[in-house]
């Protein structure tokens, strides 16, 4: 089993920036076998979609909404994953959830809330 929990949520002014945290921890062998990991969002009323993703190699993709405004990085060694999230939009309020990928295992974590005042 892989665990993901999420922190740096919070309540920001429009325009302003936050950066979100995912470590997944587990055991050796399922944590050095995620290839995928990414951030979801959902709004309420919402279906959640997708913000970004990361592969092991490196590799990122974005929706568009979010081009050129947020960030995904990740650092195997301490097995987390980041979204650094600027220039931030009232529509940008929502709860953002990590996803790790193991092969046909998806993990998800609980959640965090991002609340964007305008």
């Known amino acids: 089993q892989v665990q993901l929990v999420e922190s740096g949520g919070g309540l920001v002014q429009a325009g302003g920036s936050l950066r979100l945290s995912c470590a997944a921890s587990g055991s050796i062998f399922r944590l050095n076998s995620i290839n995928n990991m990414g951030w979801y969002r959902q709004a309420p009323g919402k279906q959640r979609e997708l913000v970004a993703t990361i592969t092991s190699g490196g590799f990122t993709t974005y929706v568009d909404s979010v081009k050129g405004r947020f960030t995904v990085s990740r650092d195997t060694a301490k097995n987390t994953v980041y979204l650094q999230m600027d220039s931030l939009k009232p529509e940008d309020t929502a709860v953002y959830y990590c996803?790790?990928?193991?092969?046909?295992?998806?993990?998800w974590g609980q959640g965090t809330q991002v609340t964007v005042s305008s």
């Open positions: 996803k790790a990928m193991r092969g046909v295992y998806i993990y």
